[in-house]
């Protein structure tokens, strides 16, 4: 079975900085593309960030240049780090993943548990 593991989420000051970062662990072939969703109270999950394979990124508007999204495919690990942070960023923040078991396998999606990021004013 494959795990995602959270952590760094917490409470900050507006204008502050957090790392998150997520680890898979399990039986993994190998992972495809890595994100980052978050979910505020009451709204929908979003995509925040994006890295694929190659290292190719993608970034919601509302975060660009803000955040920077990175992988340690030798820890089979993403990061999200988190610069100016804005009170609007606050909420569960969950990494999800494209993973491959077994060489013949196709790529299954995972999902973490989430944490929570909450930034005050």
């Known amino acids: 079975q494959v795990q995602l593991v959270e952590s760094g989420g917490g409470l900050v000051q507006a204008g502050g900085s957090l790392r998150l970062s997520c680890a898979a662990s399990?039986?993994?072939?190998?992972?495809?593309?890595m994100r980052w969703y978050r979910q505020a109270p009451g709204k929908q999950r979003d995509l925040v960030a994006e890295?694929?394979?190659?290292?190719?990124?993608n970034y919601a508007d509302s975060v660009k240049g803000r955040f920077t999204i990175s992988r340690d495919n030798a820890k089979d690990t993403v990061y999200l780090q988190m610069n100016s942070l804005k009170p609007e960023d606050t909420a569960v923040y969950y990494c999800?993943?494209?993973?491959?078991?077994?060489?013949?396998?196709?790529?299954?999606?995972?999902w973490g548990q989430g944490t929570q990021v909450t930034v005050s004013s």
């Open positions: 399990g039986t993994i072939f190998s992972i495809n593309a």
């Open positions: 999800a993943a494209s993973i491959s078991t077994n060489s013949g396998r196709h790529p299954t999606d995972y």
């Open positions: 890295i694929g394979a190659g290292g190719g990124t």
